[in-house]
């Protein structure tokens, strides 16, 4: 389903943009094509969001749910005229103090985009992500670009071109490789109601970081709650399995006594020994760790090392040999509440404690 005949190419822009090559992917943007390109987040399967059919097909190459909206790149405010409408002062002053950036704002649709892009809801999301390749992209196809993330539904974002380059070969036209992304967990997406900030889901633009620009702001219930059978939501993105690797994974609750952390842990595996258990730990803990398998996620006084490596770390445990995993958990202050979110639906709300 949906397989291309031929392999698709990889344009290394890693060192520089190559301005022929930039030529060649808006001939394949314009003629409907799929082209996997990096942001500063994690990287995007990128189509025409204007064509109806290209972004069918972006659903297509990830297996995803029809009811799942995409967000809707752009490289200059002119383009928001084109598709959305009453835009709140709180709404513009929000895209002011964090674009370019990782943050994805929803906001009213005049409906002329194709119904796909917005699975036929009334909003759309927007983001002017903050990466010279994809400005450079959307600048020179002069067209918004629809891009959810590249892997195939339920896996973890792609942040390098290795790791996803198996999963959606012969599926898009062109990858676009830019190296290792920079935060590794995907843009912080909001809506505001009645002036409230409301984040649906949270990335490296935290709770904190908006409240400290004046804005009042809160974390939707379901950031940390699973959704009951039924229950409205939001954002359909948190209805669906996510960032999930195949085999079982426990997260490890934290605590601000790291000792705790570490006694449950090595309880939890004494008492399960029959099974092999490798542990996602973080790089201050390995000493204590030395009689396990354990794979370094980062150290726990920066977030922003275990969020760059996060996915690729879980992605990495499926070719290793144990039962099952461990993660450790991290406080939620500022992106740590993002990375908690991923890795609580990673291990779909099993909890160790
Ligand atoms: O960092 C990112 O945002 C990456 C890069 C490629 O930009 N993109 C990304 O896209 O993560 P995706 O499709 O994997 O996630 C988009 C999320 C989904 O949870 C979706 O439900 C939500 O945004 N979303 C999109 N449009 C929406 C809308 N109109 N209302 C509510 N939620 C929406
Ligand atoms: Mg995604």
Redesign the pocket.
Known sequence: MGEKEDMSVIYDFKENIKNDELEIIKEKIKSGGLVVFP????????ADATNGQAVKNIFKAKG?PQD????V?ISNYEMLKEFTYDITQTEKALMDAFWPG?F?I?LK?NKKLPIDV??G?D???I?M?DNDI?LSIIEKCNTPIA?????VSGRP?GTNIADIFQELNNKVDIFVDGGNTN?G???T?V?VDNNVVNI??P?RISLEDIKALGFEAKLDKHVFEDVKDGEKV?????K?RHYAPAVKTLLLEYTEDESIMLDVLKKYIAKNSDKKIGILCFTEHKQFLKEYNTIDIGSINNKLEVSSRIYTKLRSIDKLDCDEWIIEGLSRAGIGTAIMNRLTRACSYNILK
């Not at 942001?39 to 990128?46: D, K, L, S």
């Not at 939001?234 to 948190?238: D, K, L, T």
Request: charged fraction near 15%; hydrophobic fraction near 35%; charge should be positive.
């Open positions: 942001t500063e987040t994690v990287y995007g399967i990128g995803r799942n909206p995409l967000i790149h990782p994805t929803i649709s917005t699975a809801l909003t759309v999301g983001r992500p994809a891009a959810p993330s590249a892997n974002s935060i967990i995907e843009s997406v809506k649906l889901r990335g939001e954002s359909p993105g948190m669906h």
